[in-house]
Structures are given as structure tokens and as C-alpha cells.
């Protein structure tokens, strides 16, 4: 039996590694062209650059691409769409999962539809032209929230339903407020949750490419992922610099989930279950 299990676990650990290989070479296919000349590039194989490595790619994509501006306009979207979006599910959960009332639970369970439902381009270009804030900032950041805020509701009612009322019941006798009691006793105690829906919220709008495509119509209020695109349509035959560029954009999503794929597990596990 030692032996028949000793094997599963390797035959496991090999193809876990296979796919593993499998699924990381695309990325070194970018991180190995983006150092290379334009005619090494052309090739796009996987063979290591020559000597001298060709570093200048990344400077002249940062210069030509506007990377530097389209990096702090998805910094800027990506943060405010993540303090929306956590702040105000937050409070959607709290009162949805606390007030069990029919009315409540209608609102959820409407609330929650809008994970399956598609999005309708025509008629939030008339709603944010009705309110003046088509090609803006702060409706690009109010639209992301809005996107978001359906799945994060979802994911943080599942961990204030297992917050004990007692708590909300003895700060309350405790001369506790509704607005001490939520941000004093609650929200201390969904830290696995909101770091979870920090990090997703912040990875679905840095990688959203099709909304600032309609709504932003200012090169100079894109995010990188348009400037991919456009970077992409003057310098498609200049592989060395498409994969610099991409490597480029991709990397923040790369280290944030580097950093909080341990909150994303723990946070997806632990909300899966209520006791």
C-alpha cells in the first residue's frame, strides 16, 4: 500500500509540474522576446536572448507607449473602485444578512443577479450621458464599482452570517451606535473577506479592457490595457516591443496576486461554509 501510494504521489507531482510548465510558457515566451532585438523577436521561440540584452525595449515602450500615464490612470481606477466597492458591500452585507425581512432578502437576491446578468453597453452610455460623466474619471471608477458590486456582496454576506448576533446584541446594550458597532466590532472581524475582495476587485478592473474601450474616449484618461492595444496597432511588426509592453502591464497583476493568493484561498474556503 506504502508503495502503490508513493507512486500516485509522484505520477501526481510530475503531471502537476507538466501542466505547471505548460501553463508558464506564454510568460516566458514574453519575458524571453522582450529582450531580444526586433529580428530575434520575429522568430517569437523560446530560445534565451543574445548577448547584449536588449533592455532599452522597456524604455522605449514606457516612453512611446505613455505607460507612465496609463499606469497611474489603472492605479487610480483600480484603488477607487476597490474603496467603493469593499466599503459599500461592507454595509450592503452587513444590513442584507443582519435584517432578515422579505424586503431584504428580495434586494439580495436581486443584488446578487447582477453576477449572472450581462452588462447593457447601450443603456449605460445613455445613463452616463445623462449624468455627465461619459469619458470621465469618476464614472469610469463608479462603473467599475458597479460591476464588482454584485460578487463582492456575495462574497462577504457569507462571512457576516457567521458573525454570532450576540456581538451586534452586547455592544448595543453597551451604548454601542449603528456606525461604532459596524466599523468597531464587524468590520475588524471580516479582515479574511475584504482582504479577499480587495484583491479581486482590484485584479477584474485592472484587466478590464472592453468598458474604458467604450467610455473613455481620451487617449489620455486610459488604462494600460488600452495602451496595449494601441501600442500594439503602431508597433505590430515590432514583436521585441509588443512583449515589453505586455510584460510591462502585466506585471502589477502578477505581483498582487503573488501577494494575496493566500487571502483569495483562505478567504473563498472560509466564506464557503457556515456553521
Known amino acids: 500500500m506504502k508503495i502503490k501510494k508513493t507512486l500516485q504521489n509522484i505520477i501526481t507531482n510530475i503531471l502537476a509540474w507538466i501542466f505547471s510548465a505548460i501553463c508558464l510558457i506564454p510568460l516566458l515566451l514574453i519575458l524571453f522576446n522582450s529582450m531580444k532585438d526586433k529580428k530575434a523577436a520575429a522568430e517569437m ?3 534565451l536572448p543574445n ?32 474603496i467603493l466597492c469593499v466599503l459599500l458591500a461592507s ?13 431584504n432578502k428580495f434586494l439580495y437576491m436581486y443584488l446578487v443577479m447582477g453576477i449572472a446578468l450581462p452588462i447593457n453597453y447601450v ?36 462571512f457576516v452570517a457567521k458573525i454570532p448576533t450576540e456581538l451586534d446584541e452586547a455592544a448595543v446594550i453597551d451604548g ?8 468597531t ?16 476587485t482590484f485584479l477584474n478592473t485592472w484587466n478590464e479592457f472592453v468598458s474604458p474601450l467604450y467610455f473613455l474616449n481620451s487617449s489620455d484618461m486610459w488604462p494600460m490595457t488600452l ?13 521585441n516591443l509588443v512583449c515589453a509592453d505586455i510584460l510591462l502591464t502585466s506585471l502589477p497583476v502578477i505581483l498582487v496576486y503573488l ?12 466564506g464557503a461554509v457556515k456553521g
Not at 259 to 270: F, N, P, S
Request: charge should be positive.
Open 91 to 103: 454595509l450592503a452585507a452587513y444590513v442584507l444578512s443582519r435584517n432578515q425581512s422579505k424586503l
Open 45 to 47: 521561440n523560446l530560445h
Open 227 to 239: 495602451s496595449v492595444y494601441n501600442f500594439f496597432g503602431m508597433y505590430f511588426k515590432d514583436w
Open 259 to 270: 501577494l494575496g493568493q493566500k487571502y483569495i484561498v483562505a478567504g473563498m474556503t472560509t
Open 123 to 158: 443603456a449605460l452610455t445613455k445613463v452616463l450621458m445623462a449624468l455627465h460623466l461619459n469619458n470621465t474619471r469618476i464614472g469610469i471608477i463608479l462603473l467599475y464599482t458597479a460591476m464588482q458590486l454584485p460578487f463582492m456582496t456575495f462574497l462577504i454576506h457569507g
Open 176 to 183: 454601542c451606535g449603528p456606525t461604532r458597532l459596524f466599523f
Open 185 to 200: 466590532i464587524i468590520l475588524p472581524l471580516l479582515k479574511p473577506a475584504i482582504a479577499t475582495a480587495v484583491v479581486l
Open 51 to 82: 548577448l547584449p540584452i536588449q533592455l532599452q525595449n522597456y524604455m522605449v515602450v514606457i516612453e512611446k507607449g505613455k505607460l507612465a500615464q496609463s499606469f497611474l490612470n489603472s492605479l487610480l481606477y483600480s484603488t477607487g473602485s476597490v
